[in-house]
């Protein structure tokens, strides 16, 4: 597998282009946007990874918002599904070529490890703080039918247990808790969204039946992570109204909503469709091309714009490296 390495600032007409190609998969490193301030110090302090659906993602030093570089995938595959380690490297899915998971290390110009993934079409991942593996939601097709299976690689390398889960169409998001309990998400029909448990141990997922409904807007394939002490999970924004994020207590196989989030702001298409908790913060994206900040878990009013105006793409994945 050959991965390319560019220089020039590239305007992102490149988007329609590289989207439609097809042969090997590839990885171009750009500097910037010429529309954005770059950041020389690429490498330096905490990175924001906004991976988007047109096959780009974005490198952002965290919190200042400044844009060290863009990942461009000659790969129409490539979605929303990302994730990082306690190393700081990041992991991107890719489905058109086959499934494959790439490896970044913090601020990497080019893949450092690819993991094959059969013939599924990969799309949210998450990494076990205390033992390193990395899991990863497979659906059998490329739309949400049809269901699909779990695949748990040991260490983040080789080849990797999977695991089906009953009842769901499609498994879009995972997250590990700091105790190695894993949790998946996705379409259980009928627009709502269910959550299942791996818990430490166990051979088999257990479904969690919630207390009330949560809705699905759009498909949530970010959708779920542990704040801390909640499984969290972020519904999009429907008719411009705030994203919720509901806050589940998990018991057995029960989960009661213990609480939720919303905020105030004028909101895009697509809202929420990213969302990222980083402990008394959640940056969410905000409109097609601009990721935001508010406190969380008050959320209220928005803390700051954290980026604006990248192009090419509605619902993107969100990833942070340290």
Same mark, same amino acid.
């Given at each position: 597998?050959?991965?390319?390495?560019?220089?020039?600032?590239?305007?992102?007409?490149?988007?329609?282009?590289?989207?439609?190609?097809?042969?090997?998969?590839?990885?171009?490193?750009?500097?910037?946007?010429?529309?954005?301030?770059?950041?020389?110090?690429?490498?330096?302090?905490?990175?924001?990874?906004?991976?988007?659906?047109?096959?780009?993602?974005?490198?952002?030093?965290?919190?200042?918002?400044?844009?060290?570089?863009?990942?461009?995938?000659?790969?129409?595959?490539?979605?929303?599904?990302?994730?990082?380690?306690?190393?700081?490297?990041?992991?991107?899915?890719?489905?058109?070529?086959?499934?494959?998971?790439?490896?970044?290390?913090?601020?990497?110009?080019?893949?450092?490890?690819?993991?094959?993934?059969?013939?599924?079409? %990969?799309?949210?991942?998450? *990494?076990? $703080? @205390?033992?390193?593996?990395? =899991? /990863?939601?497979?659906? &059998?097709?490329?739309?949400?039918?049809?269901?699909?299976?779990?695949?748990?690689?040991?260490?983040?390398?080789?080849?990797?247990?999977?695991?089906?889960?009953?009842?769901?169409?499609?498994?879009?998001?995972?997250?590990?808790?700091?105790?190695?309990?894993?949790?998946?998400?996705?379409?259980?029909?009928?627009?709502?969204?269910?959550?299942?448990?791996?818990?430490?141990?166990?051979?088999?997922?257990?479904?969690?039946?919630?207390?009330?409904?949560?809705?699905?807007?759009?498909?949530?394939?970010?959708?779920?992570?542990?704040?801390?002490?909640?499984?969290?999970?972020?519904? %999009?924004?429907?008719?411009? *109204?705030? $994203? @919720?994020?509901?806050?589940? =207590? /998990?018991?057995?196989? &029960?989960?009661?909503?213990?609480?939720?989030?919303?905020?105030?702001?004028?909101?895009?298409?697509?809202?929420?469709?990213?969302?990222?908790?980083?402990?008394?913060?959640?940056?969410?994206?905000?409109?097609?091309?601009?990721?935001?900040?508010?406190?969380?878990?008050?959320?209220?009013?928005?803390?700051?714009?954290?980026?604006?105006?990248?192009?090419?793409?509605?619902?993107?994945?969100?990833?942070?490296?340290?």
């Amino acid at each position: 597998m050959e991965f390319r390495l560019g220089r020039a600032l590239g305007a992102m007409t490149a988007i329609a282009i590289l989207a439609g190609c097809g042969g090997s998969q590839s990885v171009i490193d750009r500097p910037g946007s010429a529309a954005q301030t770059v950041n020389p110090n690429a490498n330096s302090g905490a990175l924001l990874y906004v991976m988007t659906d047109a096959n780009i993602a974005y490198v952002v030093n965290y919190p200042s918002g400044k844009l060290a570089r863009t990942l461009t995938f000659d790969d129409s595959g490539v979605g929303a599904g990302i994730c990082s380690d306690t190393s700081g490297d990041v992991f991107i899915t890719a489905s058109s070529s086959g499934g494959t998971v790439y490896e970044f290390a913090h601020g990497g110009k080019t893949p450092k490890a690819s993991l094959p993934d059969g013939s599924f079409y %990969p799309r949210g991942c998450s *990494v076990d $703080p @205390t033992t390193g593996n990395l =899991a /990863v939601t497979n659906n &059998n097709e490329p739309n949400c039918y049809n269901g699909g299976n779990v695949a748990i690689y040991p260490g983040a390398s080789g080849s990797p247990t999977t695991y089906t889960v009953s009842g769901f169409q499609c498994l879009n998001a995972a997250s590990y808790d700091n105790q190695g309990n894993l949790f998946i998400g996705g379409s259980i029909g009928s627009g709502d969204f269910g959550i299942a448990e791996l818990p430490v141990g166990a051979s088999q997922f257990t479904n969690i039946a919630l207390n009330e409904p949560v809705g699905c807007y759009g498909e949530c394939d970010n959708s779920i992570q542990w704040d801390g002490e909640y499984v969290a999970i972020t519904q %999009p924004t429907k008719d411009h *109204v705030s $994203p @919720t994020i509901y806050r589940v =207590a /998990v018991s057995g196989s &029960n989960g009661t909503i213990a609480g939720t989030v919303t905020f105030k702001g004028v909101f895009g298409n697509h809202a929420g469709e990213g969302s990222l908790i980083d402990g008394s913060r959640v940056v969410l994206a905000y409109h097609p091309g601009s990721i935001a900040i508010w406190n969380y878990p008050a959320g209220g009013k928005i803390e700051h714009i954290l980026i604006k105006g990248l192009g090419g793409y509605d619902k993107p994945g969100l990833a942070l490296s340290q």
